[in-house]
C-alpha cells in the first residue's frame, strides 16, 4: 500500500484495491469476462494474474449466470470471490442468481450461509457507448433485500469502498461509473474514508442540497459552482451507499438548507432518486421551502452516442431544478 | 475430458438388475457388494416410507405441499450412499429422500414445506445445500463449491441434483461448461422422471438422451436404469471416484418416473393416463431390490425386522416433530437479510414489534 498521498485515477486506485486486499487474504479470488491477461476492457484487473497467478485472478467461459452462481458455492465453501460483469447490460443474465441467491441466501439459510463476495459492474453512461453499454441498473439491485449497493465518486472512496466490500461478510453491488474511470484525483491511501452506510457532504452550501451519487456528483458539483458564482450557495450530498442508505446525514443536510435536488442518471420513473425523494419527503416535510426536485435521465432505454448528452443529468438542468425551489416565497 | 474416454453414454441405459430383480448377464458394471446393497435397500425401504408419511402429512394439513420422490427411490438412496462425508449434496426441491439419507434430520428439512422457514437445517453440517427451488441455479453453485475445494487440495466431490426440465435452463449448460472448463469434481446427476409438472419428456428435448447433452461440454455422460438401485449406485461410485481422481464432471442420466403427481396440489389425470403410469408400478425399485436379496437369502427375516423399525423410527419422528402447531417468531424475518440489520431494517423491525405488541401479542 502506498504511504504518501498519490495522484492516482479511478481505474487504478481499483487496481490498488484489488491487488491489496488479494496480497492480505489468500481467499480472495477475481474472475469474470477479459479480466486475466488482458486486465479487463476497463484495466481494472490489469497485473492481477501476473502478480498472483492464473488461479486467483482468471478468465471464466462468457456466461454471466455461470459466473455469479459460481462465485456463490465459492463464497458458500471459504472464498471471497469478486466477479466483474463487463457492462451494466451484461449483467441481466445473472439477475436470478443475483436476485434468487446472492441476496437471499444468507436469510434461506437463518443466517448459516453468508455469501462474502462482490459483483463489479461498470455502470452508467456519459462514455458515447453504443447501445447495452451504458445502463443505470441501481435500482434493480437497490429494490432486493440482502443486497448492498455501493457508487463511488471519487477515487478515495473507489479504493476504500471498495476494500470495504471485499471484506464485508455480505454480498456487495460495486457499481463503477465508467465516465469516472479515468479522471485523476491525489489520495491517500493510508487514510480511510466514512464506510458503506454513510453518506458525505462534498461541498458545504446554505440554500439548497443537491443529491447524488456515482457518475452524478461530478455534475452536481459543477452545478454548485456555478450556482456560486451567481451568488446561491449549494451543498452537496454524495450518497456514495445506495443500499443501506444514510438517512441521518441525508436528512440533517436537507435540513440545514430546506430546498433539496436529487441528481441520477437513471431513468427517473420508480428510481433510486425517486425513493430518496420520498424518504427526504416524509422525514424533512417541516424543513422543506418547497417540494423536493429530481433531474433524472428520461424514461427511455439509453440513447445512442450521438443523442446521449439529453439523457443525462446537466449543470443546466440542475440549475433550473433548483431555480424551481419556490424562492419568491421567501 | 479423461483421455480417450468416449464422452456419448451407452446406447440403452445400464442396468444390473431386471424388473424381476434377476441380474442381467454381461453387465458392464461392477456390480456391487452384498453389505452395499443392503445399505442401499434399507435406505430404499427408509426413503419409501419418507415419502409415504410426507404425503399423509399434507393431507392431515401439516405440510403445506409435497413433492413426491415415489418411485425414484433408487436415486435418492444412490445420490447419498456415493458420496464420502467430506463431500457436498446439492439437492432440488424433490430430493427429501436423499437429503435425509444424507443424514439431516427429517423434521429439519421439512421446514421448508412446513413453514416456518426456507432451508431449515444446517447446510455445512452434513454437507448438504439447501433445497433448490428455483430449477438448476444450484448446479452452478455446486460448481463453485467444488472449484474453492479443488483450490485447497481438497479432494471433495460434490453431487449436484436435477430433473429432465431443469436441463432445459440456462444454468444446466452454464454449469456443465463451467465445470467441464474447470475440471470441477462434480458428478451431475439428472432424475429424468420424464415429466416437468405437466410437460413430457419429448417436449424438453430432442436429444437422443439428457446425457448426450454432456458431450457438447467435454464431460462424459452415462445413462443408468433409475430405478435398479444395484446399477444407479455402481455407476454413481464410479462418476464419484472419476471426478474425485481429477477426471473432471461427469453426467449422469437416470431413467425413471414420477409415479405420483408433481405435488398434492397437482392433478396428473389431466396429462398423463393411468396406462401409461401402470408399467411402471412393475418397475418399483424397491421391491426390484427386495426380490433380489431375497433370492440371494442375503435379506433375513431379522435384517428386514430391523430396517422397518429404522424406518418407522423416521416416520414417527417425522409425526412428532411435526405435530405441534408452531408459532414462528415474526422478529427473525429482519434477523437474516444482513449480517447485522440496517438502520432501515431496525426501524421496520421495531414497526412491526410495536404493532404486534399494540395486537397484544
Known amino acids: ?330 | 475430458m479423461a483421455g480417450g474416454q468416449d464422452l456419448l453414454p451407452s446406447e440403452r441405459p445400464l442396468r444390473l438388475l431386471d424388473e424381476t430383480g434377476r441380474r442381467v448377464p454381461g453387465a458392464a458394471l461392477p456390480f456391487p457388494d452384498t453389505d452395499r446393497l443392503l445399505d442401499a435397500y434399507a435406505s430404499l425401504v427408509i426413503g419409501r416410507r419418507v415419502n409415504d408419511q410426507a404425503g399423509a402429512l399434507v393431507r392431515q394439513g401439516r405440510l403445506a405441499v409435497y413433492p413426491s420422490s415415489h418411485g425414484q427411490e433408487a436415486c435418492q438412496t444412490g445420490a447419498a450412499l456415493a458420496l464420502a462425508d467430506g463431500d457436498w449434496l446439492f439437492p432440488t426441491y424433490r430430493d427429501t429422500a436423499a437429503v435425509i439419507a444424507r443424514g439431516v434430520d427429517p423434521v429439519e428439512v421439512l421446514t421448508l414445506l412446513k413453514g416456518d422457514w426456507h432451508a431449515g437445517y444446517d447446510p455445512y453440517a452434513h454437507r448438504v445445500a439447501p433445497q433448490a427451488t428455483p430449477l438448476a441455479t444450484q448446479l452452478l453453485h455446486a460448481v463453485g463449491v467444488a472449484h474453492a475445494a479443488r483450490l485447497r487440495g481438497e479432494d471433495t466431490v460434490v453431487m449436484a441434483l436435477c430433473g429432465d426440465g431443469a436441463t432445459s435452463e440456462g444454468d444446466f449448460h452454464e454449469a456443465l461448461n463451467f465445470a467441464a472448463v474447470f475440471r470441477a469434481p462434480v458428478v451431475f446427476f439428472v432424475q429424468n422422471n420424464e415429466y416437468a409438472i405437466s410437460v413430457p419428456l419429448a417436449r424438453q428435448t430432442a436429444a437422443p438422451s439428457l446425457a448426450h447433452k454432456g458431450v457438447g461440454y467435454g464431460v462424459p455422460g452415462h445413462r443408468v436404469d433409475g430405478n435398479d438401485a444395484a446399477a444407479v449406485l455402481s455407476v454413481l461410485d464410479r462418476a464419484v471416484a472419476s471426478a474425485r481422481s481429477g477426471d473432471g464432471p461427469q453426467l449422469v442420466e437416470a431413467h425413471t418416473y414420477r409415479m405420483q403427481a408433481h405435488t398434492n396440489a397437482d392433478d396428473a389425470s389431466r396429462y398423463r393416463s393411468d396406462e401409461e403410469v401402470d408399467p411402471w408400478v412393475a418397475r418399483d425399485p424397491l421391491l426390484r431390490m427386495e426380490a433380489f436379496l431375497k433370492r440371494k437369502r442375503a435379506l433375513t427375516k431379522a435384517r428386514r425386522a430391523e430396517i422397518t423399525e429404522r424406518a418407522e423410527a423416521v416416520a414417527a419422528a417425522m409425526r412428532e416433530g411435526l405435530a405441534e402447531d408452531t408459532d414462528p417468531e415474526p422478529s427473525e424475518l429482519f434477523a437474516h437479510v444482513f449480517s447485522s440489520p440496517t438502520p432501515q431494517l431496525a426501524e421496520q423491525a421495531a414497526f412491526l414489534a410495536d404493532e404486534l405488541s399494540r395486537e397484544g401479542h
Open chain 1, 1 to 330: 500500500m502506498a504511504t504518501d498521498p498519490t495522484k492516482l485515477t479511478m481505474a487504478q486506485a481499483l487496481n490498488q484495491a484489488l491487488r491489496d486486499a488479494m496480497a492480505e487474504d489468500e481467499t480472495v479470488y477475481v474472475f469474470g469476462e477479459d479480466v486475466g491477461p488482458l486486465g479487463g476492457v476497463f484495466r481494472i484487473t490489469d497485473g492481477l494474474t501476473a502478480e498472483f497467478g492464473e488461479h486467483r485472478c482468471f478468465d471464466t467461459p462468457l456466461a454471466e449466470s455461470g459466473i455469479v452462481g459460481m462465485a456463490v458455492g465459492m463464497a458458500m465453501n471459504g472464498m471471497r470471490p469478486v466477479v466483474e460483469m463487463q457492462f451494466d447490460a451484461f449483467a441481466y443474465p445473472a439477475f436470478e442468481q443475483i436476485a434468487s441467491h446472492v441476496a437471499k441466501t444468507r436469510n434461506r439459510t437463518r443466517g448459516r450461509v453468508g455469501l462474502p463476495m462482490v459483483i463489479r459492474v461498470p455502470y452508467a453512461g456519459g462514455i458515447g457507448g453504443v447501445e447495452h453499454h451504458c445502463d443505470s441498473s441501481e435500482a434493480y439491485y437497490a429494490h432486493t433485500p440482502g443486497l448492498t449497493v455501493v457508487a463511488p465518486s471519487t477515487v478515495a472512496d473507489a479504493y476504500f469502498l471498495l476494500r470495504e466490500a471485499i471484506a464485508s461478510p455480505d454480498p456487495v453491488v460495486f457499481l463503477e461509473p465508467k465516465k469516472l474511470y479515468w479522471g485523476k484525483e491525489e489520495v491517500d491511501l493510508t487514510a480511510p474514508e466514512p464506510g458503506i452506510g454513510t453518506a458525505v457532504v462534498r461541498r458545504p452550501g446554505t440554500d439548497a442540497t443537491l443529491i447524488a451519487y456515482g457518475p452524478s456528483v461530478p455534475t452536481a458539483l459543477e452545478a454548485a459552482e456555478a450556482a456560486a458564482q451567481e451568488g446561491r450557495s449549494l451543498q452537496v450530498v454524495d450518497v456514495r451507499s445506495l443500499v443501506p442508505f444514510d438517512d441521518a446525514t441525508v436528512c440533517e443536510a436537507v435540513r440545514s438548507t430546506g430546498r433539496a435536488v436529487v441528481v441520477a442518471e437513471a431513468s427517473g420513473y420508480a428510481s433510486v432518486a425517486s425513493e430518496i425523494t420520498a424518504r427526504v419527503t416524509e422525514r424533512c416535510f417541516h424543513s422543506l421551502a418547497a417540494p423536493v426536485r429530481r433531474v433524472t435521465g428520461f424514461d427511455i432505454p439509453y440513447p445512442p452516442p450521438k443523442l446521449e448528452r439529453f439523457q443525462l443529468p446537466s449543470v443546466d438542468r440542475i440549475l433550473d431544478a433548483v431555480d424551481d425551489l419556490q424562492w419568491e416565497d421567501q
